[in-house]
């Protein structure tokens, strides 16, 4: 029988995963679901956690959902822990966002100044999470969502040494429903490789006859016919050029935008700012309207309203992951994991986000090979930034901080570099012991 732990279990994604976990009843030997959460987060994860049980209850189910501020009996002989917090909440990502872009600069949860500084928070608290792992559950598998997924994962991994992680995200899986519905062919009929890291990644599509698919695709997607779209509810819909793409001959992820059509993207990203609408603040409302409907005892299922939010199709990943590793299902998934040699161009021993068959043993990548030249150049420098914030991350190392900030090519470097860098420091001064 299984323990399942889910940390940040106060998320207003949880029925997400409730409902994955009741779509595989049939494969998973469910005892136990504990939701972990903190003092700050009580009040979420009582009304989300009571919403979890009544789902449970209503698929006919006895499985146990357990609501605990204490993490370590949580996680006493747990079987899988996944991870969705966020330290300092919604709150803290308002920072992340409106700083950089009170000075014109980007401002983004997982890119540029807002995601090295998530980034910052959230990877000493991993490392506990994991120290409290090897006392208490040292065989479990560790499923982390919690962003800047890659970053957390990669510190996970190769500081924290547990080598049972998988990071996650929902891109790859809206990217391949995108490719099926464009070619009209169902997606168990194509075959997909993704390659980079985490909101990071392209991708090459073939079929069941052998053909690859990706040039048509391009066409299909960003092709000067096409009205294009970001298919992410988070994302602004700016069109990538189609030149360029084409040139590049891979399918980028939504994620790319920020990079390659940094401009239109900052604009449209200062109008938010200006209206008070960023990003963060539309979600807050967005959280406060889902845990409005979470309160009524009547509620009993995932409400539509959640497909607001920009992580739907979330428990597709998570629950299958779990289910694919419990039942060595080898179901294919892109997975944040040591790289191993999937991706010559990138070091032997980093994360990255790439495709292949879930096992009992976990996820064994296909190769991948290297990039073109101008793929390359720009994966090699976001993976020296990443190693260099989880470094600052760790050690609370100024100068190390303000060289990842210095190279990210969201960052302007020079004095802007460092008055973001300092300023932000202070913003989230009570959530870095390490600085
Ligand atoms: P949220 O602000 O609701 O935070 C989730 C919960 O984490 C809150 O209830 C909070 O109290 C709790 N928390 C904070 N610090 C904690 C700690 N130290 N220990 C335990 N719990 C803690 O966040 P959200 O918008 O629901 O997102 C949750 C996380 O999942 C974020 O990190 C987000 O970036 C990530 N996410 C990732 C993906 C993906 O593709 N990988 C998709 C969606 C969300
Ligand atoms: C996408 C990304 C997630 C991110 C989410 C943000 O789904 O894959 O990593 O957390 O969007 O969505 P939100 O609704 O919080 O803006
Ligand atoms: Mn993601």
Redesign the pocket.
């Given at each position: 029988a299984l323990k399942i732990v889910t940390?940040?279990?106060?998320?207003?994604?949880t029925p997400e995963l409730i409902e994955g976990y009741i779509k595989r009843k049939d494969e998973l030997p469910i005892k136990e679901i504990w939701l972990?959460?903190?003092e700050?987060?009580?009040e979420?994860?009582e009304i989300v956690g009571d919403m979890a049980k009544r789902m449970v209850k209503a698929a006919g189910l006895d499985w146990e959902v357990h609501l605990t501020l204490d993490?370590r009996e949580a996680l006493k002989d747990a079987d899988f822990v996944s991870?969705?917090?966020?330290?300092?909440?919604?709150d803290a990502?308002i920072k992340d966002e409106r700083v950089p872009l009170s000075h014109g600069v980007l401002g983004q949860?997982?890119n540029g100044a807002g995601g090295m500084f998530?980034a910052f928070r959230?990877i000493p608290?991993i490392l506990?999470?994991i120290n409290d792992m090897k006392e208490l559950c040292p065989d479990a598998w560790l499923v982390?969502?919690?962003?800047?997924?890659g970053m957390v994962t990669e510190a996970a991994i190769k500081h924290g040494g547990w080598k049972k992680t998988a990071?996650?995200?929902?891109?790859p899986i809206g990217h391949k429903k995108q490719a099926a519905e464009k070619l009209g062919i169902d997606e168990d009929k194509l075959f997909f490789k993704f390659a980079g890291i985490?909101h990071f990644h392209w991708h090459r599509v073939w079929d069941d006859e052998g053909n690859e698919r990706t040039a048509e695709l391009i066409d299909l997607i960003y092709g000067p016919k096409t009205e294009q779209e970001s298919h992410l509810k988070n994302i602004f819909d700016a069109s990538f050029h189609y030149e360029q793409i084409k040139d590049l001959g891979l399918l980028p992820c939504g994620y790319h935008r920020y990079y390659y059509i940094e401009d239109e993207m900052l604009a449209h990203s200062v109008e938010e700012f200006e209206k008070g609408e960023t990003r963060a603040q539309v979600?807050k409302e967005t959280?406060a309207r889902l845990f409005e409907l979470y309160k009524d005892p009547k509620l009993d299922y995932k409400p539509k309203e959640l497909e607001q939010?920009?992580?739907t199709h979330?428990s597709d990943?998570a629950c299958e992951l779990i289910a694919s590793i419990y039942n060595d299902k080898r179901t294919e998934m892109v997975v944040s994991t040591q790289n191993n040699g999937t991706i010559t161009d990138l070091p032997y021993d980093c994360v990255v986000e790439v495709s292949g068959p879930v096992t009992a043993h976990g996820h064994e990548p296909y190769n991948w090979g290297n990039f073109p030249p101008a793929a390359r150049g720009i994966i090699q420098l976001m993976k020296g930034m990443e190693e260099t914030t989880i470094r600052a991350a760790i050690t609370g190392d100024y100068g190390a901080a303000l060289h990842a900030f210095t190279i990210n090519p969201l960052v302007p470097g020079g004095k802007m570099a460092k008055t973001l860098l300092d300023e932000l420091l202070i913003a989230h001064k009570e959530y870095l012991p390490q600085f």
């Open positions: 940390i940040g279990g106060g998320s207003s994604y972990v959460d903190i700050d987060g009580k979420k994860l993490r991870t969705q917090f966020r330290v300092g909440l919604l990502r949860e997982t998530k959230t608290v506990d999470i982390n969502f919690t962003n800047p997924a990071g996650l995200c929902n891109v985490n979600v959280e939010r920009g992580g979330y990943a």
